[in-house]
């Protein structure tokens, strides 16, 4: 005999299943929602960048542009809030439809190329090349990057120096900034001729940072297709780096790209950066307004990178000169890697020796001067000296123009030659190597990693505003206020295929670690 569990018939028992089967999943999309919320306001927040005060680290709405001489990449700042009336969106919307750059046409970092400014008549773009008229292009705007930012990480661990963070803006306190994390608590800060000093010695970056803020002076791999032109930082175009004191570099051995020396002489020939005829050494930015570089100061912490082949009994080096004073790294056929300094003499005083493999074929050689720091790096090998901490441990006289020169003896060959400049900090009306400036208790500096176009804690001339009136000190940065640390771009601009106004591709060339303090 066969007994039933209840009274429902099939109909009723498929329709509680029914109702169940919704009920849980009500359930279970209450139950994340709510986990997102608190992983949202606890946890992770996604931000978009709204300015370029942190370009190239992180960009605000900008243009991708491509050098139409050289083809080097780079990005131009989208200034929406400047000119507001030529492109007609609201507050920090980007236009759907291409439009045309303002205010000024941008500069190619590396061949400095100035790109021809684009007109508008009869709806259609054009450019003016003297008595000619060429059709001209105008440009998509691709907005900020978006990242993620670990919030609350600051409760548990304190902030460290160079970790990009989000905060509430101390003036405006509806809104949040993001720049890089300068100074502590309990710290005298100061900006000295671009570099960050805490308590009297310099604050070297973090071997991550300071790679990412390398920025490029010239790239021997992107050449200019019409060199005669006279649009390269005034001028025709032609190689910067030229033979000095007799010196036998053939700076285009394979087409334009490959130096090399074959001098079986033993002397040594020197090829030297002509700043007349390349970008100079300002601190200059590709995502900012040219109209303004003249006004900017020299950057001298500089490096050199190449892929160098160095054949027997033969030797290569690059000498980096800072306030005056000449510094070479040199690696030798024989292994042997030295980093020398020049007295105004010629005298040659070796600061420090290593060992390199050789070997056959060509491998990375990179020679820098940053943050008082000299780096050789030869393949898997590396040397460095340390110039000192305080302000004057590598020279006073910093009027001097750096200078880069190539050396070598023999058989060498180059490839993908490039010469770099580090960030440099515009010095503020606070935080000056006459007016340090001592951080209280819970204070903070913070400044953008684009100091010339950065509202930052050099620049803020009111006091924050507190609570019930209270009120903090110019230029400082409240823990209260310190919303998280920016730890990834997942989001960098965004691609969009035709007219379409969105943005639904991300470019995965620009996802990537945001990299602080260690």
Not at 310 to 327: N, P, Q, T
Not at 394 to 412: M, S
Not at 457 to 467: A, D, H, K, Q, Y
Request: glycine letters at 10%; hydrophobic letters at 35%; aromatic letters at 12%.
């Amino acid at each position: 005999m066969h007994y039933k569990k209840d009274n429902q018939s099939p109909i009723d028992s498929a329709v509680t299943k029914k109702i169940d089967g919704a009920y849980h999943t009500l359930e279970w999309l209450i139950t994340a929602f709510a986990g997102t919320l608190v992983f949202i306001f606890f946890v992770m927040q996604v931000y978009r960048i709204p300015t370029g005060s942190m370009a190239e680290t992180l960009r605000g709405a900008h243009f991708r542009m491509r050098c139409q001489q050289c083809g080097y990449r780079y990005d131009y700042d989208f200034l929406q809030h400047v000119y507001q009336e030529l492109y007609n969106v609201p507050p920090n919307v980007t236009p759907s439809r291409e439009v045309l750059i303002a205010p000024t046409p941008p500069r190619c970092p590396s061949c400095g190329y100035q790109e021809p400014a684009v007109q508008i008549s009869g709806g259609k773009p054009y450019i003016s090349r003297g008595d000619k008229v060429q059709p001209g292009k105008l440009q998509t705007v691709f907005k900020g990057d978006q990242i993620f930012v670990l919030k609350c990480i600051y409760q548990f661990f304190e902030p460290k120096r160079w970790d990009v963070i989000v905060f509430k803006n101390p003036q405006e306190p509806q809104i949040n900034y993001i720049k890089r994390l300068i100074a502590r608590p309990g710290e005298t800060v100061q900006l000295i001729d671009g570099d960050v000093y805490i308590d009297g010695q310099i604050a070297r970056k973090p071997d991550a940072v300071q790679e990412e803020l390398w920025m490029v002076v010239y790239d021997n791999d992107y050449q200019p297709v019409l060199p005669a032109e006279t649009r390269f930082n005034g001028h025709s175009w032609r190689q910067p780096f030229e033979n000095r004191l007799g010196g036998t570099w053939d700076l285009a051995a394979d087409g334009p790209f490959v130096f090399t020396l074959d001098d079986a002489g033993g002397a040594v020939s020197r090829a030297r950066y002509n700043t007349a005829v390349g970008n100079g050494f300002r601190a200059t930015y590709a995502y900012d307004d040219p109209a303004h570089y003249g006004q900017l100061p020299v950057c001298s912490d500089l490096m050199v990178r190449c892929y160098a082949q160095i054949g027997d009994e033969s030797a290569f080096g690059v000498r980096l000169g800072k306030y005056g004073i000449a510094y070479e790294g040199w690696v030798y056929a024989d292994g042997r890697t030295a980093i020398l300094r020049i007295s105004p003499e010629g005298t040659a005083e070796t600061l420090a020796e290593g060992l390199a493999d050789v070997g056959a074929g060509a491998k990375l050689f990179r020679f820098a001067n940053a943050d008082h720091l000299l780096r050789l790096e030869y393949g898997d090998a590396q040397i460095t000296y340390d110039l000192g901490l305080a302000p004057d441990a590598a020279g006073t006289d910093r009027h001097i123009e750096p200078v880069v020169e190539l050396a070598g003896r023999g058989v060498v060959q180059l490839r993908h030659i490039g010469l770099y400049r580090d960030i440099h900090y515009l010095e503020g009306y606070r935080a000056t190597e006459a007016e340090p400036l001592t951080l209280g208790k819970d204070e903070f500096f913070a400044c953008g990693d684009n100091s010339p176009a950065s509202s930052d804690s050099r620049l803020w001339r009111g006091p924050g505003i507190g609570n019930n009136g209270l009120e903090y000190p110019p230029g400082i940065v409240p823990r209260g206020y310190l919303v998280g640390k920016a730890v990834f771009v997942h989001w960098p601009g965004g691609w969009r295929l035709g007219q379409e106004p969105l943005r639904w591709i991300p470019a995965p060339d620009g996802m990537k670690f945001i990299y602080g303090g260690k």
